[in-house]
């Protein structure tokens, strides 16, 4: 089966930046996309909070990215990652094109927009109803269109779409909206747009594109119809995490509310060896220069994770009999102890392990306090010893 160090799973800011770091520190990347290397800033018209670029198309930075990781050689792999097996410690990617085997998983598949879920949606999705302002406002000139959504996005994207449209009516549940102060301001002090409050959509309707929306007012329960061309949804965001499903549903990959990934300051996922970075993440801001912050953590962690814990792994593991020494790095005493170990020559064959930059490691062998001396057969623990001094290593 073929192995490698790093895979990479997505090819947006995150997972891009991700390649560069990766590359850089001297691991073999595999970048694994099932679409456009760039991710979601493809579809975007402008972006001008990359610093550095005052002014660049969605697309223009998206090739920038690409090419500045291609100068480092990452191998690029066009596929779908359908799901990530555990096996006997090991870490599977299964695409459509065939299984990887990974020592590290970086996970940077970034997010999408939440569907509505009425009738018609799914059926009108291309042919008026979309998710992109950006990318389809233009084939709506001088129609009606409505959004659906009461945030920052539904708001100025509203206001965006008038451009366009000779006509915006932006459909929210309640009786105002959640975006931000001035872009309420704008979008509503634009004659165009009309908001149509307490209201839901219950049906897209039409024959061959969409002709108007079934609407609910949820205060009165009244139903009317409104012709529109066009329908933008923008109900929030949603972690692309369906191939990972298996191990979120047994709890093994660990997700914060709305199923958004759990990572440390790290960028490590709740299994040992897979990283998260990006939009799919649990955090606060989801923006490209955050994407790219975090996928140079996570690449940084996963050469930290492959240079020390594999290589751990090959020295406590594997051998017949081993004895180990686990300390912290970070407790005066303990540091002069294993310097006394080191400096014994009786003491030569004994692998000294930092325990506190590897806690992994001793939370897998079990150790119980730092510092302790382990007796290691065939990866397994065969007696376990507190160290006072290097002399009660004999008790061992
Ligand atoms: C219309 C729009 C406008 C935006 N404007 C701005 C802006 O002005 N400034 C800004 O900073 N941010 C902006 N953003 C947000 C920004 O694009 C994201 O925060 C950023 O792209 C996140 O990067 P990412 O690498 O985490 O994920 P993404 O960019 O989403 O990339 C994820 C990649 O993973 C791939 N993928 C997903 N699932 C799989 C799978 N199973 N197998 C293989 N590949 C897979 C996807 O195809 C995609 O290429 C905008 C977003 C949109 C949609």
Redesign the pocket.
Known sequence: MEKRELVI????????TAAIYGRRSGLDVLI??????????N??D?????PGVQHAS?QELADMFREHAAKFKPEFRE????GIELKEGKKLVV?DKGVVEAQAILL????SFKKQGCPGEAEYTGRGVSY???CDGAFFEDQEVAVIGGGNTAVEEGAYLTQFASKVYIIHRRDSFRADKVAVERALGNPKVQAVWDSVVEEIRGTDMVESLLLKNVKTGEKSELPVSGVFVFIGNEP?VG?LKPLIDSGVLKTARGGWIRVNDRMETSIEGIFA????IDKYL??????AGD?ATAAMAAYAYVSEQVHLEGKLLEPDEVTAVFYSSVEEPQVRLAGEIEADPQWNRVVLVDGYKNSRMAEKLQVETLPCALKIRKGKVAGQLKLASAEDLKGL
């Open positions: 799973i997505g090819a947006g800011p995150a997972g891009l694994l996309e099932k679409g456009l290397a760039g991710g979601q800033i579809t975007t402008e972006i001008e909070n990359w969605g596929v779908e990652v359908q695409t940077a598949t970034g997010a992109c302002a950006v692309n191939f970075a990006g939009d799919l989801r923006q490209v220069v955050t994407a996928g």
